[in-house]
């Protein structure tokens, strides 16, 4: 779903690619670490460091928990990736 008009969508697509790649490897790698710190932040305290990551893991990625260890797990590939 979206609300935004495709003239505003387009701008600013064409003012997020006006940036050198590295300002938006540097945004992108920004916004990130904002999420993982507010999903971080919404998980239960875990004593166990390797329990928390398989927390944060699963919330990033839902579909993880379906897969079995020895599953391999495939990532739907869209055309708008």
Same mark, same amino acid.
């Given at each position: $779903? @979206?609300? @935004?008009?495709?003239?505003?969508?387009?701008?600013?697509r064409? &003012?997020? $690619?006006? &940036?050198?790649?590295?300002? !938006?490897? !540097? $945004?992108?790698? *920004? $916004?990130?670490?904002?999420?993982?710190t507010?999903?971080?932040? *919404?998980?239960?305290?875990?004593?166990?460091?390797?329990? @928390?990551?398989?927390?944060?893991?699963?919330? +990033?990625?839902?579909?993880?928990?379906?897969? *079995?260890?020895? *599953?391999?797990?495939? +990532?739907?590939?869209?055309?708008?990736?």
């Open positions: $779903m @979206t609300d @935004t008009p495709p003239a505003i969508q387009q701008e600013y064409r &003012r997020i $690619m006006a &940036r050198s790649a590295e300002e !938006r490897l !540097r $945004m992108a790698s *920004s $916004m990130h670490q904002t999420a993982r507010i999903v971080l932040a *919404s998980l239960p305290p875990a004593a166990d460091p390797a329990e @928390t990551r398989r927390l944060l893991l699963h919330r +990033f990625y839902p579909e993880l928990k379906q897969a *079995s260890p020895s *599953s391999p797990v495939s +990532f739907p590939i869209t055309d708008n990736q």
